[in-house]
């Protein structure tokens, strides 16, 4: 089967990060033996320009995929209009949320051009159930919402980690009860350091308000962003002790899964989000985690792997951290890796393929029973 990809977020030289996820997408269904395609631009002069050469290479898609709703969905809808290739949208924006709002601050002109084009697509799939729930509250409705996840790449999945030898090596009652209260916990947060949607100045207030009671633990911070800086000089004013913060600033993907290995929590204190990969990730890699009820994580984070919070509440952040600290060893790895393997390439890139064929069926909700 061929598919192409429509997106205005992809890796590359200019930004290696950028629409990762979407890329990821890409890897997980080639692995399946399809013929994918991508178009990655911003603008509909540049897409309409990618879809020319391809024409002229003799290539003609079976299923397009729109990944963010923008101006390439004309094309996905001109080409369905042309060709009769059905499209799918994948939507992982969080523009569409409440707590964001991007969405209904945007035109009307601009809205009204996305309704039309999830009116026409096949099906809309989201990252998560609250961001189906939340565009269709936007007036973007549509009778086949699907859920379809992130993918994390297989190494994260490695059972080579700390959280692993201890749970071998643990032994008695008392062993366990000593090993809790003379080691040092390594709490490991991983963000883009936006201060908007990641408020990591309440997760140090937290750490600060924690760091009065106990010292027993280390918080690992990783990544850069916008407000790199202004955080850093946040957690200055708030004076909590040097050796408590470890800032390891951005890190590729293998060194990021590293991390997670030596974790024994994952934190993530966030105002909105749909369906963050790095919570994925910690799955995948048997490591609880501590969360803000936000979005899409309380689908992701059963009890069995962690603990939610409400969002910007610092005190109950600083008592769940605190409850975490303590029993973060009756967590059971092997039961967190096995809701984390909804995310794996295999996972994802067969549910996609299969929802490329159901799309070649006259009546989709017939093939998705």
């Known amino acids: 089967m061929r598919i192409l990809y429509l997106t205005p977020w992809y890796p590359s ?30 603008g509909l002069l540049a ?15 079976d299923v397009v995929q729109l990944n963010v709703i923008q101006k390439q969905g004309l094309l996905a809808m001109w080409l369905h209009w042309r060709y ?3 499209y799918i949208i994948v939507e992982h924006w969080s523009g569409y949320l409440p707590q964001n ?38 007036g973007l409705r549509h009778p086949h919402y699907e859920l379809i996840h992130n993918v994390v790449d297989d190494f994260f999945y490695s059972r080579e980690s700390k959280v ?29 350091f936006d201060e908007h949607a990641k408020n990591v100045k309440g997760l140090l207030s937290a750490a600060k308000a924690l760091s009065k009671k106990r010292q027993d633990w280390r918080l690992v911070l990783v990544g850069t962003g916008v407000d790199y800086t202004s955080v850093r000089a946040f957690a200055r004013d708030l004076d909590i002790p040097n050796d408590l913060l470890v800032w390891r600033g951005e890190l590729p993907p293998r060194e990021v899964a590293k991390e997670l290995q030596q974790a024994d929590a994952f934190v993530l204190f966030s105002n909105y989000e749909n369906a963050p990969v790095v919570i994925s990730e910690s799955l995948a890699s048997g490591v609880p985690v501590v969360a803000s009820a936000v979005g899409g994580i309380p689908e992701m984070v059963p009890s069995t792997c962690g603990e939610l919070v409400p969002a910007g509440d610092e005190t109950a952040l600083e008592e769940a951290l605190m409850r975490m600290l303590d029993h973060y060893q009756d967590y059971d790895p092997d039961a967190i890796r096995r809701e984390g393997e909804r995310y794996s390439f295999e996972a994802v890139g067969k549910k996609l393929c299969q929802i490329y064929h159901n799309c070649l069926c006259t009546d989709y909700s017939v093939h998705t029973k």
């Open 13 to 42: 030289a200019r930004d290696a990060m950028l629409g990762l996820f979407v890329q990821k997408h890409v890897e997980c269904v080639r692995a399946q033996g399809e013929d994918v395609r991508v178009i990655s631009s911003q």
């Open 164 to 192: 692993e030898s201890r749970k071998q090596g643990v032994g008695s009652r008392k062993t366990r009860d000593e090993s809790r209260e003379s080691r040092v916990k390594r709490l490991l947060h991983i963000s883009c």
């Open 84 to 86: 009769k290739i059905p």
């Open 101 to 138: 709002g991007q969405y209904m601050h945007s035109s009307p002109i601009h809205r009204r051009m996305a309704e039309h084009i999830v009116r026409h697509a096949k099906v809309v799939l989201t990252v998560s159930r609250k961001l189906a729930d939340s565009m269709q509250t936007c």
């Open 47 to 61: 897409s309409w320009r990618q879809w020319r050469q391809l024409r002229r290479e003799g290539w003609q898609p």
